[in-house]
């Protein structure tokens, strides 16, 4: 069992790490978007962008209102996707040492 585990680690950091950098792109674009209130988030291609982003930042601003007129949960989001990102797969993250630490074994 724990050498299914330590098999599918490399597919799983990698898939991982891709999804919390798509992620982050996407609440990036919603930050730059905000510069443009014309935009129909609605419509067309933005629906790529307010699907997954939407409920998320929906949820969010029951808790945080926005400062100054701004809304500032895309950059939490941003904030907080980028740690997890850091903390799990980046260079010093717990899943990257963890396959570091397997092939060093191997």
């Given at each position: 069992?724990?050498?299914?585990i330590?098999?599918?680690?490399?597919?799983?950091?990698?898939?991982?790490?891709?999804?919390?950098?798509?992620?982050?792109?996407?609440?990036?674009?919603?930050?730059?978007?905000?510069?443009?209130?014309?935009?129909?988030?609605?419509?067309?291609?933005?629906?790529?962008?307010?699907?997954?982003?939407?409920?998320?930042?929906?949820?969010?601003r029951?808790?945080?209102?926005?400062?100054?007129?701004?809304?500032v949960?895309?950059?939490?989001w941003?904030?907080?996707?980028?740690?997890?990102?850091?903390?799990?797969?980046?260079?010093q993250?717990?899943?990257?040492?963890?396959?570091?630490?397997?092939?060093?074994?191997?």
């Open positions: 069992m724990t050498s299914g330590i098999q599918a680690l490399p597919t799983f950091h990698l898939l991982l790490g891709l999804l919390l950098s798509s992620l982050t792109l996407a609440f990036l674009m919603r930050i730059v978007l905000t510069w443009y209130p014309q935009v129909n988030l609605n419509k067309g291609f933005w629906l790529v962008l307010t699907l997954p982003t939407e409920p998320v930042l929906k949820i969010t029951k808790f945080i209102a926005p400062i100054g007129g701004v809304d949960t895309p950059v939490i941003v904030g907080l996707i980028s740690l997890v990102r850091e903390l799990l797969v980046g260079q993250g717990l899943i990257s040492q963890i396959l570091l630490n397997t092939q060093a074994i191997s």
